[in-house]
């Protein structure tokens, strides 16, 4: 078995995974993912008109108090109160419904972005070689699946509008202002300057920050994951101070690394506050002398306040879209990494589809090298191996040989960086993956078990399989229990199958290869965890299925060999030698250490 790669990936950081982005390049990152929006551009339209119609409502309304104030009030005429105040509800109302509606079309397109673009990204996950798998901490891909797509949405679906209409308002008010006083008016287009290399300055510092928190919220979360993962070990060894810690450490550094990106907003934060509010002081002073020099009348000093107030609200959301951009920014940086990374098994161009009912599985490891990605030695170094129709191959060696990698290339878990394995003469690479995998089972010694029925476990191989074939399935594998939990075959097992024995989990992962009824079998140890007793009743059973499949078995048990035909000997690389159990005994000194003193006995 492999080591837990959990354990290795705490350690380091993907390797593939870069330095803090530059700003252009996470703004190309984002700019890449803009084909999301495609869907809903009708929407993003009408979102955006609506938007614009309900800024063009509360125009009116300054407008309008500057008629009542200058007309009925000062001429004391209060009939035309009513109609003029009656368009001033007329129009806030209409806002209202306008703003309604669009918030009602944006929470629609926002979450079908997050849904499309997270599909994607999973579909993505799924095609990525176990290799990406190994390297990647699963916290690192939890965060962009969750964290980095809500910044993405966030913005695509929010900031984007708010942004535009921030723009669109301060231009539509700034003419107003300048046509009613063209002296103040130019003085609050004048606070755009400060404004502006404020807001530079604050997404400079803001990206760097953002993608800071995005990556420890990635770390955090991987020691979450092995924390409840790991949670017997842990108990276990009485491990949970030290957990405690650990998780402490990374938490305090996200609460930091937040705590300064935070910092770096409420001080820019605090200048988009200031700014209008600096402003709007002036205005009232510089109103007020105009209005005594009768260069503006006080309806129009009323509406120029409120037209200015309505500066505010957009001019303080500008922090909040700034730092709403970065985000997605980084984050779209981060998403990409994933989206990027190609996957390095796929069907290669005109790969064939093998049909199970053509297929006699006839293995072949020819000149076979293999070293795992960033590691120099390698672990398999020229293989040659032939497995013959129907034929039971079990591989032993010492712990860390190279057993699993071996059987792993066959459903191409792994690709060989030297020689080729074959089925009947047809390089795999050349196969497609669906049909290659379709026609090679496999059960793994820690069996994964998925938050699902049990009748879903089973059938995850071939989801067509009829009742019987699932009961012979568990009649081989001895698995018959599953009929005695709560609710059968219906029962839902719980996270990894963590409510079963290991036992109980290795029987099922070996009914649910055996149900595919594969040409090529691989067993990896898959009875390690059953007494001798049980053991002796699946071999029994097995070796009915072994008789029609070609298979490959790591063994580390002399019970577990009795299933094979013949032995193979895995040692430094290469095939160190081959048999039958017996003869190996008998002439490889070596075999009989590897298999331990019960060989012996049983061999006697
Ligand atoms: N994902 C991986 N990345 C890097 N090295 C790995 C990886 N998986 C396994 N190795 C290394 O490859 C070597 C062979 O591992 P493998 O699991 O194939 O041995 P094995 O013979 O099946 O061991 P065991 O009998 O203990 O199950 C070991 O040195 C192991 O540390």
Do not use: C
């Amino acid at each position: 078995m492999t080591s837990q790669p959990s354990a290795q990936k705490s350690e380091t950081k993907p390797p593939d995974e870069p330095e803090p982005p530059q700003r252009r390049h996470a703004l190309s990152s984002l700019w890449r993912l803009r084909h999301y929006l495609r869907p809903y551009r009708g929407r993003m339209i009408a979102m955006f008109t609506l938007a614009l119609a309900a800024t063009g409502a509360a125009l009116v309304v300054p407008w309008l108090i500057q008629r009542v104030i200058d007309g009925p009030i000062t001429g004391g005429d209060t009939s035309g109160v009513w109609l003029l105040g009656g368009a001033i509800a007329v129009f806030g109302f209409a806002e209202a419904v306008i703003i309604w509606i669009r918030r009602f079309i944006q929470a629609k397109v926002a979450l079908g972005l997050e849904a499309d673009m997270r599909a994607d990204l999973y579909a993505h996950m799924q095609k990525l070689h176990a290799g990406f798998h190994d390297r990647w901490q699963t916290g690192q891909l939890l965060a962009r699946a969750t964290a980095d797509l809500g910044s993405m949405r966030r913005f695509m679906a929010w900031g984007l509008i708010f942004g535009a209409m921030s723009l669109v308002t301060f231009a539509a008010v700034t003419v107003q202002l300048v046509a009613l006083n063209w002296q103040l008016g130019l003085l609050v287009a004048a606070s755009a300057v400060p404004l502006f290399f404020t807001a530079r300055n604050f997404a400079r510092a803001y990206i760097v920050a953002s993608r800071q928190m995005q990556d420890q919220q990635g770390e955090v979360a991987s020691i979450a994951e092995q924390a409840a993962q790991g949670i017997r070990v842990i108990k276990a060894f009485g491990r949970a101070p030290h957990m405690e810690r650990l998780f402490g450490v990374e938490a305090v550094r996200l609460r930091d690394v937040s705590v300064a990106r935070m910092d770096i907003a409420a001080r820019s934060w605090a200048t988009f506050n200031v700014i209008p509010n600096a402003t709007l002081a002036i205005v009232l002073v510089g109103g007020a002398i105009a209005v005594a020099h009768q260069q503006l009348t006080i309806g129009g000093l009323v509406a120029f306040v409120s037209l200015q107030l309505m500066l505010v609200w957009p001019v303080e959301a500008l922090g909040w879209i700034i730092a709403n951009g970065n985000e997605a920014m980084t984050a779209a940086d981060r998403v990409k990494d994933v989206f990027d990374t190609e996957p390095a098994i796929a069907d290669a161009p005109g790969a064939v589809a093998v049909a199970r009912a053509e297929t006699r599985g006839h293995v072949r490891f020819e000149g076979v090298s293999f070293a795992y990605e960033g590691v120099a030695e390698p672990v398999l170094d020229g293989v040659d191996l032939e497995v013959r129709p129907g034929e039971t191959l079990a591989i032993a060696g010492v712990t860390g040989s190279g057993k699993t990698t071996l059987v792993s290339l066959v459903p191409r878990l792994y690709d060989v960086t030297g020689g080729r394995v074959t089925i009947d003469g047809t390089d795999i690479r050349d196969l497609s993956l669906a049909s290659l995998r379709s026609v090679v089972a496999t059960a793994f010694e820690d069996p994964t078990l998925f938050s699902m029925s049990v009748r879903e476990n089973l059938t995850l191989g071939r989801a067509e399989s009829t009742d019987a074939e699932v009961a012979e399935a568990l009649r081989v594998a001895q698995a018959e229990f599953v009929h005695d939990l709560p609710y059968g075959l219906d029962t839902r097992i719980g996270e990894q199958g963590l409510s079963l024995s290991g036992g109980q989990r290795q029987r099922l992962a070996l009914a649910r290869a055996v149900l595919v009824k594969p040409a090529v079998l691989v067993l990896d140890d898959p009875l390690s965890a059953l007494d001798v007793h049980t053991e002796e009743l699946v071999e029994r059973a097995l070796a009915s299925v072994l008789k029609g499949t070609t298979a490959l078995i790591v063994v580390h048990r002399p019970s577990t060999v009795m299933l094979a035909d013949r032995v193979a000997l895995l040692a430094e690389g290469r095939i160190a030698a081959i048999g039958s159990h017996s003869e190996l005994l008998e002439t490889v000194p070596a075999y009989a250490q590897v298999l331990s003193a019960e060989s012996e006995e049983m061999a006697a």
